[in-house]
């Protein structure tokens, strides 16, 4: 996984407010090519948009980070049901999860800061709340590396 391309976050819920979304169970293909659908509100699509086909996107959960995904294409796609609560998404591949999201980390221990994310939308890494903690500390670059080592993908070499 390279993870100069992880670049995005994504908050994501269950629609029953009791159970996780996306978990394990969820994933299609887990051994293979694993996947799943990622979901977005109506009206969205410009947003579902943004991310480009192998960036990668953080997402958290109940301020839990629980995956990195990577979407496979650029294509929004629709469930094709009107009664849908998140009716458009893009197909990702799930490339870290915590299998156990109960002892997933916090997200204000991955970013290093206190997070005030609400909503299902995209948000870049590069966006204003996370300059203020990171430019004067390296910027994206510094962000990625804390977040590759609080989530235990590699050690800093130095």
Do not use: C
Request: proline share 8%; net charge neutral; no cysteine.
């Amino acid at each position: 996984m390279d993870l100069s391309r992880l670049k995005w976050t994504k908050n994501v819920n269950h629609p029953d407010p009791t159970k996780w979304a996306y978990g394990v169970h969820e994933i299609s293909y887990p051994y293979l090519f694993p996947e799943l659908r990622l979901h977005w509100a109506p009206n969205e699509h410009t947003n579902a948009k943004r991310v480009p086909k192998e960036d990668l996107i953080l997402l958290r959960q109940r301020t839990k980070v629980t995956h990195i995904v990577m979407p496979i294409d650029d294509e929004v796609r629709d469930v094709g049901q009107a009664d849908h609560p998140h009716p458009i998404y893009r197909l990702v591949q799930v490339m870290w999860v915590k299998p156990d999201f109960e002892k997933a980390p916090d997200q204000n221990t991955v970013f290093d800061f206190l997070v005030r994310l609400e909503g299902g939308d995209v948000v870049s890494l590069n966006a204003d709340q996370f300059g203020a903690r990171w430019d004067s500390r390296g910027g994206l670059p510094a962000l990625q590396n804390h977040i590759a080592e609080t989530l235990g993908l590699f050690r800093r070499i130095g």
